[in-house]
């Protein structure tokens, strides 16, 4: 018998949840716990870290796991890396279900880095407003570069925050243009900082800050794994189907 282990936290694994659902295929949601109130899904939901590959792998075989989806998000690559090993060692079928990367367009002002690393050291300089759009768990990074005014746009109310001189939005995506704008204009935003994360959801503040003529310090996605990528949920679907899973039609 098959049963999907989708490891979500992202608008794709949401979405690929209802289908599944929908198609009475037999699957548990993971989230990773990093959001204190998780969106409900419409399937056996599990929070938290697994131990490591290691832990994956334990996890895999003890709940008779079959298939896996990684539709973590474009940044989560440890995660990635350990679902890739322990799908290698437990003998089980990984499929990605990943978005496209943002492109640059006509307008943007950004400037590309390749880490998170990088991007803190690009902040070397002057006092500026910037709207560090990169989550929660990247802030103590920023913590470095204390000269800078952060505006910071997070899913929870944080309990600390490392860095001395910011405010927080609580608000979950997905943004629109004209929110965004106004998010900008009212924090005199003078920089982006944002990961290449892709989708829909949060491209908003890139087509403001286009609008605006503010520069966007843009993080490339990090190295992952080679294995099968898929784009959409009909494409995971049929996926499924040509792996054995019995979709019920």
């Not at 704008?181 to 989708?199: C, D, F, I, Q």
């Amino acid at each position: 018998m098959s049963h999907l282990l989708i490891l979500g936290g992202t608008t794709e694994a949401n979405a690929l949840s209802t289908a599944v659902a929908e198609k009475g295929i037999t699957a548990t949601y993971s989230y990773a716990g990093r959001v204190d109130n998780p969106r409900p899904q419409p399937l056996p939901v599990r929070v938290g870290g697994f131990g490591g590959a290691e832990g994956l792998v334990r996890y895999i075989r003890d709940h008779g796991i079959s298939h896996v989806v990684d539709a973590t998000h474009p940044f989560a690559a440890q995660m990635s890396h350990n679902a890739f090993r322990a799908c290698s060692e437990a003998g089980v079928s990984l499929a990605a279900l990943t978005r496209a990367a943002w492109a640059e367009q006509e307008g943007d002002q950004w400037q590309r880095v390749a880490s998170i690393d990088a991007a803190v050291a690009a902040l070397n300089g002057a006092a500026k407003r910037v709207f560090l759009a990169v989550g929660r768990m990247h802030l103590e990074d920023f913590a470095t570069q204390p000269q800078h005014h952060y505006l910071l746009r997070l899913v929870d109310e944080p309990n600390e925050l490392p860095l001395p001189n910011c405010e927080v939005v609580v608000s979950r995506g997905p943004f629109s243009l004209d929110d965004d704008l106004a998010l900008m204009k009212r924090h005199g935003t003078e920089l982006v900082v944002s990961k290449n994360a892709g989708g829909t959801g949060a491209r908003a503040k890139l087509d403001a800050a286009r609008a605006l003529g503010v520069p966007v310090l843009m993080i490339d996605r990090p190295a992952l794994p080679q294995r099968t990528e898929l784009s959409s949920v009909a494409q995971v679907l049929d996926w499924l189907s040509h792996s054995g899973v019995n979709l019920g039609v």
